[in-house]
């Protein structure tokens, strides 16, 4: 029998669900913008969802001015795909996916994380 392996960064999975990512597609007041930003911001997804990308970064990544990305974040948190929270020092924001919609970690924080979320 063959022993465990470990998981290398690369091979790191993000849990997206079918039914919420549908109902996204049905909004229309996202814009393409909107969509490369969640794109980028997906890709960029660490433990317990949060994004490890700052905002110029994302820009980078996604070829977009840091204001627009400013913008786009905000309509992401109008359409409850993201989640603003305090920094645990410092005086500034850090974002992380609504678990309704996407997750990534252990299955044991999804539900009480999703219930959080939906409330």
Known sequence: MPGRRRLREHELFVQVFRAAIEQLGGNVSLTASDWRVMAVCMGGMIYGGFIQYSQKQIAGKAYLSEAQVSR????LLVAG??????????????????????????TADLMWRRAQDRG
């Open 81 to 106: 795909v993201l989640v603003r929270e305090h920094a645990p020092k410092g005086n500034s924001w850090r974002y992380r996916f609504n678990s309704t919609l996407a997750h990534m970690g252990d």
């Open 72 to 75: 786009n974040l905000g309509h």
